[in-house]
T-cell receptor, first 112, second 113 residues
Framework: AQRVTQPEKLLSVFKGAPVELKCNYS??????LFWYVQYSRQRLQLLLRHISRESIKGFTADLNKGETSFHLKKPFAQEEDSAMYYC??????????????WGAGTKLIIKP | EAQVTQNPRYLITVTGKKLTVTCSQN?????MSWYRQDPGLGLRQIYY???????DKGDVPEGYKVSRKEKRNFPLILESPSPNQTSLYFCASSPYRGDEKLFFGSGTQLSVL
């Protein structure tokens, strides 16, 4: 079954420290994964997608098919990174069915 | 400004009293969807619509109805709300189904007493 797991509900790190938000997935097909972010009082928005191999706001995420992971990383956390982060998997099955499957989310708190 | 507009932001109601949460987008998107967000469960899809007059169930459709009479509007209807429908609801849209860049509304916090 398709599933996205974010094992940490809450992650708290100090400003300037490295951050890694974990995401693991279960999917039999070729995975497409995404990170969404929701800053305080703002709407949920797409942060990055693995196919773009981009760095957004200093964040990167590498798809590791062997470990079925798509962890979000940033070398030096900033206070403005405090937010709720969701990992999502684009899943197709039976030719035409499609669904975006969401993890439970990780709340990231950056301490000054 | 391109956006998804949801109303109301907050709603407190009582069991059994019908309510509607409105959702409107001004981006001419074909795809629209409703999610509920509960602690520890992430986002769960309630219903979605691929275009006008085309709607389909998501993961948790029980107790909800939707309609898509116009491209821009996708209201969520709770005919007889129950306390287990207390949740944070999000409407989202994208140009087409399968485009993962979803545009989200600001959310509706619903409490059913």
């Amino acid at each position: 079954a398709q599933r996205v797991t974010q094992p940490e509900k809450l992650l708290s790190v100090f400003k300037g420290a490295p951050v890694e938000l974990k995401c693991n997935y279960s999917y039999s097909g070729s995975p497409e994964l995404f990170w969404y972010v929701q800053y305080s009082r703002q709407r949920l928005q797409l942060l990055l997608r693995h196919i773009s191999r981009e760095s957004i706001k200093g964040f990167t995420a590498d798809l590791n098919k062997g470990e079925t992971s798509f962890h979000l990383k940033k070398p030096f956390a900033q206070e403005e990174d405090s937010a709720m982060y969701y990992c999502a998997l684009s899943a197709y099955w039976m030719d035409s069915n499609y669904q975006l499957i969401w993890g439970a989310g990780t709340k990231l708190i950056i301490k000054p | 400004e391109a956006q998804v507009t949801q109303n109301p932001r907050y709603l407190i109601t009582v069991t059994g009293k019908k309510l509607t949460v409105t959702c409107s987008q001004n981006m001419n998107h074909e795809y629209m969807s409703w999610y509920r967000q509960d602690p520890g469960l992430g986002l769960r899809q309630i219903y979605y619509s691929m275009n006008v007059e085309v709607t389909d169930k998501g993961d948790v459709p029980e107790g909800y109805k939707v309609s898509r009479k116009e491209k821009r509007n996708f209201p969520l209807i709770l005919e007889s709300p129950s306390p287990n429908q207390t949740s944070l609801y999000f409407c989202a849209s994208s140009p087409y189904r399968g485009d993962e860049k979803l545009f989200f509304g600001s959310g509706t916090q619903l409490s059913v007493l």
